[in-house]
Structure formats: structure tokens, C-alpha cells
């Protein structure tokens, strides 16, 4: 059975103690915590997310990170459970608080879900915290029987004496483990005593989430609740010059019209009054410096930049010297655009500002940002900021954001009553923080051999870590070189330069972030490195992956259940692409067609990924599927264009996601390995537009250099 109930930590430490159970999972201050974590290895920590066994003997797992469709809220209890040898038909979870007690140790505390970080980094702390409370219940009953712990086992929540068959369960045991001392190394299971880790689990949110029982914030509902909408300067970096409410307040159920950071909020008692409120609204704007931006502009911006050399994010030997003296040099210009998250449940939140507290309710990926926003604006100490975290419909990145959060908190106060602020999609494509556009200029050559002796890029584009008030250090975003800087080829010659650019577009973390874009053209670089050295793009890619195993092991994996080489069906074509990304690997080939009007169809995907140990192979698969179509919808679909300032576009007709009926087969195979966790919510993404657009020129002969695929210029007559 899942849950998403918000407790306190009190209220959840008197729910422990009240039920006579074990409640496990040690709280260290946050002061504390970044002092140990200076001097002790992240091995010796014992930290949340917190364990309860009850009398009655159920195991509640109380899960601190956010549930936005990657399985988390069964992968922890999953790895706990299973160190815990608990009955799973017990096993239930709860949603942590917004508390540094439930956040990454190795982030000094920040509770928050995104980089595919989750698993890769807390995975043996859980492990631990379930293995620890595994021991208190077998030196319980061990104590209760008089017996050496050694002669007592765990199975399936229950304690065994060996010798006499003997039996408690951990309902009875629990209230008297609670009493023990917590055991500071407890012994891990061995891979081949796993019983849950490794293996296929159905997940817990599942029955919840299709009986319609899962509540996600748009869902909230509070007592005296209001619901509002926000106009914002169609223009970024715009802001309210002067406006006139008299009309919206006519329309029937509008109560408020006050005017916030982000810009006008109508308030009302139900979502369309306050749209309406808003349409009748009359505001002037002051544009700012950005009202003549445009996407052309932004593009020229960006070439007249490329022009000089920029920071250097990475250099072995010397690039340029070996160009300038190669009988053979390839020369390409890449560029991406601006991308929106889109996600399916439109941006919201629920903000409750009382005269001494604070309460919100919201689908969020970052608890701690959105506790410490709440302090900002109240005023308040963090402690009296209380964060409920729904279930999330989609997140990519962007609900890791502030600006929803800020809304309702500062409409909240505003009016003094809960209020629950909506996005429109349009709001929300209108208004985000995109994916970075770049412009990345590339030249690398070749020997007699057709082997690539040197290679040099160069990055346009704007910075995530400045939108984010960081400095750049030695003017390198490492966020925008990702993918680009780390490439594996062993190519002797290789410089990676990165040039910062502000051209006032908001910009944010997206799905694999930089992977997302620079996997794209290096693999596409890589491949037009392969034609030009008369070579077949595998075997080109393999030669160069001598000192990259775990590249080159899912490259060739992926091309053998791909049948690279073999015959395909008239009017086929294969491409291959590979790519790190937070921690793991990933390599993709992808089988296409393209039809007269130039319209690309994918049929199939075949995906080797090597994340390291893995916890549940059915949503390893079911994340790289979900980032295959993303990653799709963005090669053949996704841009953001501006003119005067504005996006253009706005909503699903003119931002365009992958349909079912244009959903390709997907394979996925995972490396058996041992080495440690990666990510897996964001592999995906990286090699599936390369893949896709290595495909098309081995359909066409042509390029694809810019994204989205245009049909237009894949035409056959």
C-alpha cells in the first residue's frame, strides 16, 4: 500500500514511539552533519530516510526523495526491505518531510531529486539503515531467548533460532530492538543474498496512481482555499509598469487582484473566474532591454562569438598546431535550440501563510530550495515553513524551480488565505527555464589512416550556473560542457572551449542537461569524422574507445542486438550513437525511414545501458524508454523561438510531444555489472537524437547540423 503522507519529524518520531514500534534512522544537526562529512568517508554516516517496524509488523519506509514516475518510492524500500529482510507484502512507504535529515549527506543535507543522483549517491546508506535494523531485531530476540545472535537468522520479518526453530516476528520484537544501541558497521548482505535488489518488483505508487487515489498538487485541496493565476510581462526580464483591475474584479468570483514579483495575480473562488479575471485585466508593460530579442538575432549573437577563442574547458596537446599542419580537415557548424520541460501536469501550488507559520503543498524536486523560499518571503525561520510533497506529473527539471513556488507564497501572504496558484500550458511554455540554445563550432583532422589526430570545439552558448547567481570558474560552465569536455575518444590533439553568452533567456536544467545537446553533436561529429575516413560508424567509434571499456562495451552491445551490418527492409537505415552521463552508459541505435513528403519515422530503438549495480531492472527499462521519447520529441519536434522578445510558442499544437502512434519499438538491455550505481532517469536522453540523425544520413547523404529535423529539407521527389 503507498502513501503520500506528509509528516513532520515530530509528528512522525510520536507516531514511532505511540505504535511501540522501531523507529530507526539517525538525525545529525546540519551543522553537525557538513563537519563530519569534512573528515569522516560518506561510509560511516547513518542517516535518514527513517525506518519504522510497527507491533502489528509493518515496515514503513519514509522516502525523502520526490516521486515524479522514476520509481523511487519503491526503489528505497526496495533497498532498505531488502538489507531488512522484510515480509515486501508489509512493506509500505511514506513521503519525508522537508528536513536536511532527509537529504543527501554528501550534499551537506540538500534534500532534492534531480542529476539522477538518488540511487548512485544514498544507495549504501540505505543499505546500511537496513542492514543496521536487521541486527536490533535479531539481538532482540536473540536477548529475549538467551541465546548467541550468532545462532539467530532473518527471513521474510521474522527472527529464527536455528538450532531450536524458535520464531518471533518483527512486530513483536520491535518495541525491544528499539531499545538497543544502533550497531555502528553492520554487515551488508552479498549480491547473491538479494532478494529484492537486482530484481523485478512491481511498484508501490502503481494501484494509487490508476485508481486515481494518488494525489499530485494540482489535486490539493484546503479549507477557505482560493485559486489564482498570474500575468506575467510577455517579455523576459520584463516587469509591471501600471495596470487597471477594475474590470477583472467585476467578473463574478474574482475576491482579489494584487500585484506580486512575477507580476499581476488574480484571485478567485474557482480557476475560471480567475482566468477571466485575468483576460479582462489591463496592464502596461515595461519591456526591459529585451523587447527586441529575437532568435535570429540570437543566433548572429552567437557566430560573431565563436569568432575568438573562449575559455578552454579541456586541452591535450596541441589542437591547433595539428590542423593547421593535417592534409585532411572536417569543419561542421551545430546548433540547438532553446527547449521547454512540458511537463503533463501543468506548473502549481498550494501556499498557506499563517500569522506565525507557513505551509505549501506542491509536486517539487528541490524540498530544500522550496522550504528556504518560503522563508525568504515571509520571514519566517525555515523551521516554520512546512513543505507537503505530492506526487509530481512530469518534472525534467523544471519543477526543481522557484518562481511556482514564490506565486503562491507570496499570494498567500498577500491575501491572507491558502491559495492555490495554476499555470496555464501556455504559462508554462511561455515562461520557463529552457534548455540552453548553442552554437558550437567543430574541426578536427584526419591522418592517411582516416584517423582523427586532432579535434577542437567550440561552445556558444548562455549558463546555467549563472542563472543560478554562481560564478564561473575559470569562465567554464561545467553544466554546459558536459558531454562535450569528457568525450572518450582517444584522439591525441583536443581542445574544448566554452564561451558565456547572456542573451536574457531564462535558462534551467533539463532532462541529461548538457549531455542532451553536446551528445548530439559529437556523436553527429563523430560520425561525419566516419564518412570521411571511408569507415563504418561503429567499427570507427570502437577503434577510437580503447582507453573507454564501459563506451565501447554498450556500443557493442547495442550494435549486436541491433543486427548492425545485417540486411535491413528496403527504404531502412540505421544510425548508432554513445554517451555518458551521470554515471552511466548508454549507446543507442536507432532504425529509420524517411517518407517522400520528408517526414522521419522511427521504427525501432535498441538500447544498451550500463548504470552499474541496479536496483530494479523493470524501471531501468522503463527510464530509458521514457527518455528515448523525450529525446525524440526533441530531435523531431522541439524549439522555442523568440521574436520581439516572446516565445512563440504555446502549447501542444505549435510545441509538439511524441504520439503513441509514433512511439518506436524500444529495446533495452542492461550490462551486468558490479561496479557502483549510476543514474538512470536521464542516460536515456543523450545518444537517441545522433542516433536518430546518424540514421538519416545514411538514408540521405545529408546532415542534420540543426534541430528540430526539418522534413521540409529531407524531401524526395
Excluded at 563506451?551 to 548492425?564: I, R
Excluded at 543514474?679 to 538519416?696: D, H
Aim: aromatic share 6%; proline share 6%.
Amino acid at each position: 500500500m503507498s502513501q503520500i503522507i506528509n509528516l513532520s519529524r515530530r509528528d512522525f518520531l510520536k507516531a514511532g514511539v505511540a505504535g511501540g514500534g522501531l523507529v530507526l534512522g539517525l538525525y545529525l544537526p546540519l551543522s553537525r552533519r557538513l563537519a563530519v562529512a569534512a573528515t569522516e568517508s560518506a561510509e560511516q554516516f547513518s542517516l535518514t530516510p527513517l525506518v519504522r517496524i510497527g507491533a502489528d509488523g509493518s515496515v514503513t519506509i519514509v522516502v525523502g526523495q520526490s516521486e515524479m514516475g522514476q520509481g523511487i518510492a519503491t526503489s528505497v524500500p526496495m533497498i532498505i526491505a531488502d538489507e531488512l529482510e522484510a515480509d515486501w507484502s508489509k512493506v509500505r512507504f511514506q513521503q519525508a518531510p522537508a528536513d536536511p535529515a532527509f537529504g543527501d549527506p554528501e550534499r551537506g543535507g540538500t534534500q532534492s531529486t534531480g542529476g539522477s543522483r538518488s540511487i548512485r549517491s544514498m544507495l549504501m546508506y540505505w543499505r546500511r539503515l537496513g542492514a543496521a535494523a536487521r541486527e536490533m531485531l535479531i539481538a532482540a530476540a536473540a536477548k529475549e531467548w538467551g541465546v548467541p545472535a550468532e545462532e539467530c537468522r532473518a527471513e521474510q520479518s521474522v527472527v529464527i533460532h536455528g538450532p531450536s526453530g524458535r520464531k518471533l516476528t518483527y512486530g513483536q520484537l520491535a518495541e525491544k530492538a528499539a531499545q538497543l544501541p544502533v550497531p555502528k558497521e553492520p554487515k551488508l548482505k552479498s549480491p547473491e543474498e538479494f532478494r529484492f535488489i537486482g530484481k523485478e518488483v512491481a511498484r508501490l505508487d502503481t494501484p494509487d496512481k490508476v485508481s486515481g487515489r494518488a494525489a499530485y498538487g494540482i489535486d490539493v485541496k484546503v479549507p477557505g482555499m482560493l485559486i489564482a493565476t498570474v500575468q506575467r510581462c510577455p517579455v523576459f526580464g520584463g516587469k509591471v509598469a501600471s495596470f487597471d483591475a477594475t474590470k477583472a474584479k467585476a467578473v463574478k468570483g474574482v475576491r482579489h487582484v494584487v500585484q506580486i514579483s512575477s507580476g499581476v495575480v488574480v484571485v478567485a473562488d474557482s480557476y475560471w473566474a480567475a482566468k477571466r479575471g485575468r483576460e479582462a485585466l489591463r496592464i502596461t508593460w515595461d519591456e526591459g532591454p529585451n523587447g527586441q530579442q529575437s532568435s535570429a538575432s540570437i543566433t548572429q549573437l552567437y557566430a560573431e562569438a565563436a569568432k575568438q577563442p573562449g575559455p578552454v574547458a579541456r586541452k591535450e596537446a596541441d589542437g591547433e598546431n595539428a590542423l593547421a599542419a593535417a592534409a585532411k580537415k572536417v569543419e561542421a557548424v551545430y546548433e540547438v535550440p532553446f527547449l521547454a520541460h512540458a511537463t503533463m501536469e501543468p506548473m502549481n501550488c498550494t501556499a498557506h501563510v499563517r500569522k506565525n507559520d507557513c505551509e505549501i503543498w506542491v509536486g517539487t524536486q528541490n524540498q530544500t530550495g522550496t522550504r528556504a523560499s518560503g522563508a525568504r518571503i515571509t520571514g519566517f525561520s525555515p523551521e516554520a515553513v512546512k513543505v507537503n510533497t505530492m506526487m509530481l506529473g512530469g518534472g525534467f527539471g523544471r519543477r526543481g524551480q522557484q518562481d511556482f513556488v514564490a506565486d503562491a507564497v507570496e499570494t498567500s501572504k498577500a491575501v491572507n488565505a491558502p491559495v492555490k496558484v495554476i499555470w496555464s500550458r501556455e504559462d508554462d511554455i511561455q515562461h520557463g527555464f529552457y534548455r540552453p540554445a548553442t552554437y558550437n563550432v567543430l574541426r578536427a583532422a584526419l591522418d592517411e589512416r582516416g584517423t582523427p589526430t586532432a579535434w577542437a570545439h567550440r561552445i556558444v552558448g548562455p549558463s546555467i550556473s549563472v542563472e543560478r547567481g554562481q560564478k564561473l570558474e575559470n569562465g567554464i560552465d561545467p553544466s554546459m560542457v558536459e558531454g562535450a569536455a569528457n568525450i572518450p575518444y582517444a584522439i591525441p590533439n583536443l581542445e574544448v572551449q566554452y564561451i558565456y553568452k547572456n542573451v536574457g533567456i531564462p535558462v534551467g536544467v533539463w532532462r541529461s542537461v548538457g549531455a542532451s545537446q553536446n551528445a548530439f553533436i559529437t556523436e553527429s561529429f563523430i560520425d561525419e569524422l566516419a564518412a570521411a575516413a571511408g569507415k563504418d560508424p561503429f567499427e570507427f567509434r570502437r577503434g577510437l574507445l580503447t582507453k573507454a571499456l564501459r563506451h565501447k562495451g554498450v556500443l557493442e552491445l547495442a550494435a549486436e542486438k541491433a543486427g548492425w551490418g545485417t540486411a535491413l527492409p528496403p527504404g531502412r537505415f540505421r544510425g548508432i550513437a554513445v554517451a555518458f552521463s551521470y554515471a552511466s552508459y548508454a549507446a543507442e541505435v536507432a532504425e529509420i525511414s524517411i517518407a517522400k513528403d520528408g517526414k522521419v519515422r522511427v521504427h525501432r530503438v535498441v538500447c544498451a545501458i550500463d548504470c552499474g549495480v541496479h536496483v530494479n531492472p523493470d524501471q531501468v527499462v522503463a527510464q530509458m524508454e521514457g527518455g528515448i521519447v523525450y529525446g525524440l520529441s526533441a530531435a523531431l519536434y522541439g524549439a522555442i523561438t523568440i521574436d520581439k522578445g516572446r516565445v512563440q510558442q504555446s502549447n501542444f499544437h505549435d510545441y509538439p510531444v511524441l504520439r503513441i502512434n509514433e512511439m518506436p519499438v524500444v529495446e533495452v538491455h542492461i550490462v551486468p555489472s558490479k561496479a557502483a550505481a549510476g543514474g538512470i532517469g536521464e542516460p536515456g536522453v543523450p545518444p537517441l537524437a545522433p542516433a536518430v540523425t546518424n540514421a538519416i544520413f545514411a538514408a540521405t547523404g545529408k546532415r542534420i547540423r540543426k534541430l528540430p529535423i526539418r522534413p521540409e529539407e529531407l524531401q524526395s521527389s
